[in-house]
């Protein structure tokens, strides 16, 4: 098993990465407390509910299962109840536990309601897809969606512990395995340029989960996960690099309508986006924009953006958090491995954009 430490003001906590980890999720459980929370999906359950919950119940603790509607669609306050419902019906104390067994959506929600119930319980991550087990469950940020925007209310609240199994990737469709490649590959193109080339020669084994990959593939992006939020735990400076991509990724999530492409394949062909706009602003080389696009679509990702018309690429980019008294402001390469946030000029942007259009 490898483990990788968090340290943030909010909280310093272990990830544990195994495979078969899931049947030694009594370990994480702290000897004081009353009962378990398992909150999850109907799919997830499916597949690993049972397995869990037997791990769970070696403690000798009661475990309360609650499972939520799958799908970002049910990422809402509606949903969200459903769990203080759960917990309030069943009693649960404020040594209660909640385990948070799924994807992003899962963990997203069980983590807000651990911050709210009681005005904050305990909580551990236990992540099941792969965007999860590198991103999404590391780094305390938790939260649900309002129809106003995507992760508008939401808390920084840091789990007690991250039980990654990586064996649970086996089920996971070839789809999300390639979303969830696109956020290891953005460690090493924002922080590590080592890592993005160790991830150009295990392309094949990584998309094929070969376990020694995959696992430390997994490893290392949880690390470099934990290295940002360790110095900037509410991204107010350095964590913002994380939104690598992002801003070009919500533009397209957001204007072909949520769910057309997976948040992570969004990201893949925004990181090809935000690096051909760092050539023009930065002067990242043409043979780097051409590794991260060669890369991205090896894993599996679209490369080419939608041709949303570039006034609408604007008007939706202008909405994402990262604009500040209305200036677009991205994360941009000088060189694979390092990144800058700051403005773009509007002429560059629009070169990029144009773009879309072309092909
Ligand atoms: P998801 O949680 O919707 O999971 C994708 C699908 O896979 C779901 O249908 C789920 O039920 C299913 N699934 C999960 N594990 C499975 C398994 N092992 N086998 C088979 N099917 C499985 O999506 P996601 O990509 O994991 O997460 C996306 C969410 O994460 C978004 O809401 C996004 O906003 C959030 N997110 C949060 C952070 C953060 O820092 N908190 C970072 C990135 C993304």
Redesign the pocket.
């Known amino acids: 098993m490898s483990t990788v430490q968090v340290d943030t003001p909010g909280g310093s906590y272990p990830i544990h990465i195994a495979a078969g980890r899931l049947d030694s999720l009594a370990q994480s459980i702290p000897a004081d407390a009353t009962a378990i929370a398992l909150v999850t999906?109907p799919?997830?359950y499916g597949?690993y509910g049972e397995r869990a919950t037997k791990a769970l119940a070696q403690t000798g603790k009661r475990v309360l299962r609650i499972e939520l509607p799958?799908?970002?669609a049910h990422?809402d306050w509606p949903t969200l109840n459903l769990v203080f419902d759960a917990l309030l019906q069943n009693r649960l104390d404020r040594k209660a536990v909640i385990v948070a067994l799924?994807?992003?959506?899962?963990?997203?929600m069980g983590g807000f309601a651990a911050a709210c119930y009681m005005r904050g319980i305990r909580f551990v991550q236990v992540p099941?897809?792969l965007?999860?087990q590198v991103?999404?469950s590391v780094?305390g940020?938790?939260g649900i969606n309002h129809p106003l925007g995507?992760?508008m209310i939401g808390a920084f609240y840091q789990p007690i512990s991250v039980e990654i199994d990586t064996d649970?990737?086996a089920?996971?469709p070839a789809r999300?395995i390639a979303?969830g490649l696109a956020e290891v590959i953005k460690y090493g193109l924002i922080i590590d340029a080592e890592f993005f080339a160790w991830c150009e020669q295990h392309v094949e084994a990584l998309r094929a989960l070969d376990p020694q990959a995959i696992t430390y593939a997994i490893q290392r992006s949880c690390e470099l996960k934990a290295y940002v939020v360790s110095q900037d735990e509410r991204e107010s400076g350095l964590r913002a690099i994380l939104n690598f991509g992002h801003t070009f990724g919500h533009a397209i999530e957001a204007g072909l309508g949520y769910g057309q492409w997976?948040?992570?394949e969004a990201v893949g062909c925004g990181m090809v986006q935000a690096a051909e706009l760092s050539a023009l602003t930065l002067g990242l080389p043409p043979a780097s924009v051409a590794r991260v696009r060669a890369l991205t679509a090896a894993i599996g990702c679209p490369i080419q953006p939608p041709d949303l018309g570039t006034p609408r690429w604007i008007e939706l980019m202008q909405v994402d958090k990262k604009t500040e008294g209305g200036q677009l402001r991205f994360v941009l390469l000088p060189e694979i491995g390092q990144a800058r946030f700051e403005a773009a000029p509007l002429e560059a942007l629009r070169r990029v954009l144009d773009q879309a259009a072309v092909a």
């Not at 799924?102 to 997203?108: A, L, P, Q």
């Open positions: 999906n799919t997830v597949h799958d799908g970002e990422k799924g994807g992003g959506v899962v963990g997203d099941t897809t965007l999860a991103d999404s780094g940020k938790t995507k992760n649970v990737l089920t996971l999300e979303a997976l948040h992570g």
